[in-house]
């Protein structure tokens, strides 16, 4: 149940159009100061979240290492996607919320 609406939170703040996609595109978000939230799939290649995890924890940007490429592709109505971010607080708060209940 709470798998699902991490989903469907994701699918939310997409349709809100507050949710970038793609190495480059979340990479660019974090460095901009635009992302609050960082999801990479767990199916990433370790070079990828090492990436990731260095880059948030430099611009203090919260991230998660959640799902498979698949799943957060098709909560995005997209391809698979390894990495995105979300660009509302409210929002970015409202799924590590869910993400820490899991955990």
């Known amino acids: 149940m709470s798998q699902n609406k991490v989903l469907s939170l994701i699918g939310l703040a997409t349709k809100a159009g507050k949710v970038t996609s793609g190495e480059f595109s979340t990479e660019k978000s974090v460095k901009t100061g635009y992302a609050h939230l960082v999801i990479v799939s767990e199916e990433a290649s370790e070079n990828t979240k090492k990436k990731f995890r260095n880059m948030c924890d430099y611009y203090q940007v919260p991230i998660s290492f959640y ?18 971010a979300v660009q509302d607080a409210g929002l970015a708060k409202a799924i590590e919320k869910v993400l820490h209940e899991t955990s």
């Open 67 to 84: 799902g498979t490429k698949d799943e957060l592709g098709k909560a995005m109505g997209k391809e698979f996607r390894a990495s995105l």
